[in-house]
């Protein structure tokens, strides 16, 4: 079974200053991937970033990197430099490669607010 | 081009009825999903297709039949529709479970249904 938790239902964040946005992950797959994605105000599902269970080094993309501590199970977004437009809630989901089928699970979601 | 297209975008219907969804992606994939965000925004998986073949059924009610002519193609059918079948309804496409990639979900806009 995957289960992810994302344990802050609202964040604020002052505009420029960087943010976390904390997730925490099960699953019994040797192998697998875990993904953030954001959905603004407009409701469309925006695919952030990828971490893979067995790579060696965080990801980035952009002002986004992944924070994967994987003793810990955990893969935090950071958000540097935030901006107005970072306002949305923000989802963290998990793959295996292995079982589940390739289903994603998803967390209950962040929203994250940045004011000005 | 729009990768992933739903429609219609609204419905709003009264209970009892029936009504689809459609949903088509135009990336080459060979998966395809139909996740259920409610009211709180929590995502849930409900059905994925592997090439035409259901591969993930989660515990939707039968009154929901999925229907996948080809893998660029993926319906949803509700019958009798409920009070608590609003939500919005999201189609998705990825790449296959076991190929070597990310894995990401490609999300169209969303469907969402209203039932009064």
């Known amino acids: 079974a995957q289960k992810i938790t994302q344990t802050q239902p609202g964040m604020f964040v002052q505009e420029k200053e960087a943010v976390t946005l904390d997730c925490t992950y099960d699953?019994?797959?040797?192998?697998?991937?875990l993904f953030w994605y954001k959905q603004p105000s407009s409701g469309e599902m925006i695919f952030l970033i990828y971490q893979g269970s067995y790579d060696q080094q965080n990801a980035t993309e952009g002002r986004y990197s992944l924070n994967f501590q994987k003793a810990r199970k955990s893969a935090n977004l950071v958000i540097s430099a935030s901006q107005l437009g970072d306002s949305a809630m923000y989802f963290c989901a998990m793959r295996g490669h292995n079982t589940n089928a390739g289903k994603s699970t998803f967390g209950d979601g962040t929203t994250l607010t940045v004011k000005p | 081009d729009t990768a992933v297209s739903q429609t219609p975008k609204y419905l709003v219907t009264q209970m009892g009825n029936d009504k689809s969804i459609k949903c088509e992606q135009n990336?080459?994939?060979?998966?395809m999903y139909w996740y259920k965000q409610d009211s709180k925004k929590f995502l849930k998986i409900m059905f994925s297709?592997?090439?035409?073949?259901?591969?993930i059924n989660e515990t939707v009610p039968n009154r929901f039949s999925p229907k996948s002519p080809d893998k660029a193609h993926l319906n949803l059918h509700i019958n009798s529709l409920e009070l608590g079948d609003s939500a919005v309804y999201f189609c998705?496409?990825?790449?296959?479970?076991?190929?070597?990639?990310?894995?990401?979900?490609?999300f169209g806009e969303g469907s969402r249904l209203t039932v009064l």
């Open positions: 297709y592997n090439n035409k073949e259901l591969i």
């Open positions: 699953t019994s797959d040797p192998s697998y991937g």
């Open positions: 998705a496409s990825s790449q296959g479970p076991q190929a070597p990639n990310t894995g990401e979900l490609f």
């Open positions: 990336l080459g994939h060979d998966t």
